[in-house]
């Protein structure tokens, strides 16, 4: 018999929020002021507008129209847009814009959280909306009556002739799909990393009564990361289209657009690494979502995340909870980079100290948080 070491090859189980395991906490469910059915587009200030029109026509989104000082770009789906970069001081992420339900009163979020309305000239695809600032003091919009636009010709998926031991529907025919960018369909889904994870998903799940999918858990048993899904009654909506991460800094994290298929997430990476655009992560899938996914650079540094074959949950199923581990981001693949950790620098020291001088973060939570990032992603390997 063999004495060599098996390794230990498992992931954490799922709890459901009705069954937790002792000491983890919920999260606070607050009731919502109204109802988001779509992250609409992202809004960007960028100092120099041509590349970032270069690498969002190679990531695979149309140019609706381009001036010296507005970008709009749209995926093939019917959203008029769902990227807008306006000439500026600074390389940044303005803010997200959600469509809301014909039921959602934009007045009670003038009345009770203090929103603007926006002028109708200033949406894009057109509409009504309000602005409001969220805790980290990020612009987000919420807008109502934007008109569908024909959406543009776009592939078949290759999936339904996929064949499989148990399924071999390709006869007499081949796999080609086209080298070209991988064709956006729309805009899926936003992260941020914010320090004041418990005030940030308070004030998300109340604005856009958004559902949280999968909440991730520090050793303590605190909620720190929330992956949430649109409330879209019984119609299927996204495992999440916001992601809040607890973290030690306000930051845009990444954003993800819906490709066809995982074809055109592989001749897509072809194409960008042909043009000359800077890789980040994949081709892998994700465990929480379950995305097959590849994520890239933008021109300024700004993660953009292709994704196909994501998870689909209706209203009613229930939120389900697993510790934090930087691991638990991905089922295969490449490791992450570690670019997706906070640097162990001057810069970052520098920063945790102010956090814990102005009281934002514990140092116990700050302990947590560090645990959690530095254990092995895959202690088998
Ligand atoms: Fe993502």
């Known amino acids: 018999m063999s004495t060599t070491a098996r390794a230990v090859l498992r992931q954490a189980e799922p709890h459901f929020e009705s069954r937790l395991p002792p000491g983890v906490k919920p999260l606070s469910r607050p009731e919502a002021i109204g109802r988001a059915v779509e992250l609409a587009f992202l809004r960007w200030e960028k100092r120099r507008l041509a590349p970032t029109e270069q690498f969002w026509r190679d990531f695979g989104m149309h140019i609706v129209s381009s001036s010296g000082d507005r970008v709009i770009a749209r995926g093939t789906g019917p959203g008029p847009c769902i990227a807008i970069a306006s000439k500026g001081q600074h390389d940044r992420f303005v803010g997200p814009a959600f469509t809301m339900s014909d039921d959602t009163d934009l007045d009670r979020y003038v009345q009770t959280l203090g929103a603007k309305r926006l002028a109708p000239d ?15 003091g990020r612009s987000v919009w919420l807008l109502q009556g934007r008109v569908a636009v024909a959406p543009l010709p776009v592939r078949s998926a290759l999936v339904a002739d996929t064949n499989t031991a148990q399924h ?25 990393q914010t320090v004041d994870f418990a005030g940030m998903a308070d004030w998300y799940q109340r604005v856009l009564g958004i559902i949280p999918t999968d909440v991730q858990y520090l050793a303590d048993g605190s909620p720190a990361l929330a992956f949430c899904r649109l409330n879209l009654s019984d119609q299927p909506a996204d495992h999440h289209t916001v992601v ?10 990444h954003s993800a657009y819906e490709v066809v298929d995982l074809d055109a997430l592989g001749q897509g990476q072809q194409v960008l690494r042909a043009q000359g655009h800077r890789h980040m992560w994949g081709i892998g899938r994700h465990v929480l979502g379950s995305q097959l996914f590849d994520y890239w650079f933008d021109p300024d540094g700004f993660e953009h ?3 196909t074959d994501g998870d689909l949950f209706t209203a009613d199923f229930e939120t389900t909870y697993t510790p934090l581990t930087f691991g638990s981001i991905w089922a295969w693949g490449d490791d992450a980079p ?24 514990t140092p116990q939570r700050l302990k947590l948080l560090g645990q959690a990032l530095d254990a092995p992603a895959r202690p088998w390997a």
């Open 122 to 136: 200033d949406i894009p695809g057109g509409g009504a909306g309000v602005e409001l600032t969220d805790p980290s």
């Open 168 to 192: 071999a529907p390709r006869v007499n025919r081949t796999v080609r799909a086209p080298i070209e960018p991988a064709q956006i369909v729309r805009l899926g889904h936003v992260v941020v």
């Open 244 to 253: 809040l991460v607890g973290g030690i800094e306000e930051k845009y994290e």
């Open 305 to 307: 995340e292709h994704y």
């Open 338 to 361: 570690a670019s997706m950790k906070p640097k162990k620098n001057l810069r970052t020291l520098i920063r945790v100290l102010g956090l814990l001088r102005r009281k934002a973060i």
